[in-house]
C-alpha cells in the first residue's frame, strides 16, 4: 500500500493527536497540561510511578502526532499512537462502546488508523517517502541478466 491513501489518514491523525498531546504536555487549547494529565493518571487511573505513564501519554501523543503528521519515522509514530489508544480503550473507556458514553468507539478507530500506518508506513507524499525513493532506490543494473524476463 505505498501509495497516496495513506496522506489523508497520517493528516488526520497527526493534526488529533498533535493537538490532544499538546493539551496533554503543555496546557494548549485549553488543556491541563502535564500536571493536569498526572492527576489524570494518578487520581483517576490510579497507576504508579504515575509520573512515567503520565509523561508516556502525554509525549506519545504530541510527538506521534507530529511525526505521523510529517511522515517522518511514521512506523514509529503511529507505534506510538496505537499504543497509547491501546491502553485508553482498556484503562478509560471500556464498558461503553458509543463515544456520547465515554466509549470505546473513538480511540478504537484512531487505533485502527494508527495500526494501518503501522503497516502500511508513511506512503509516497512523506519524508519517509523520500528518503526511501532518493536514498535506497537504484536504478537496475543492465549487466544484471538474472531476470529472466529482460
Known amino acids: 500500500m ?8 497520517r493528516i488526520a491523525l497527526g493534526l488529533v493527536f498533535l493537538g490532544h498531546g499538546s493539551q496533554k504536555a503543555l ?3 485549553d488543556g491541563a497540561g502535564i500536571e493536569g494529565t498526572l492527576g489524570l493518571v494518578k487520581g483517576t487511573l490510579g497507576l504508579e510511578p ?3 505513564w503520565a509523561y508516556l501519554a502525554a509525549y506519545g501523543e504530541l510527538f506521534g502526532g507530529l511525526l505521523v503528521l510529517l511522515g517522518l519515522a511514521t512506523r514509529f509514530g ?7 489508544m491501546f491502553f485508553a480503550i482498556f484503562m478509560v473507556h471500556w464498558g461503553n462502546f458509543f463515544a456520547q458514553h465515554n466509549g470505546i468507539e473513538y480511540p478504537l478507530t484512531l ?5 494501518t500506518l503501522l503497516i502500511a508506513g508513511g506512503g509516497k507524499l512523506s519524508v519517509d517517502g523520500w528518503i526511501s525513493q532518493t536514498c535506497f532506490e537504484t536504478e537496475p543494473d543492465p549487466m ?3 531476470d529472466p524476463l529482460r
Request: glycine share 6%.
Open 144 to 146: 544484471d541478466d538474472s
Open 50 to 52: 504515575a509520573i512515567l
Open 27 to 29: 496546557g494548549w487549547f
Open 111 to 115: 487505533f485502527c488508523g494508527a495500526v
Open 2 to 9: 505505498d501509495s497516496l491513501a495513506q496522506l489523508p489518514l
Open 78 to 84: 503511529a507505534l506510538n499512537i496505537a499504543a497509547t
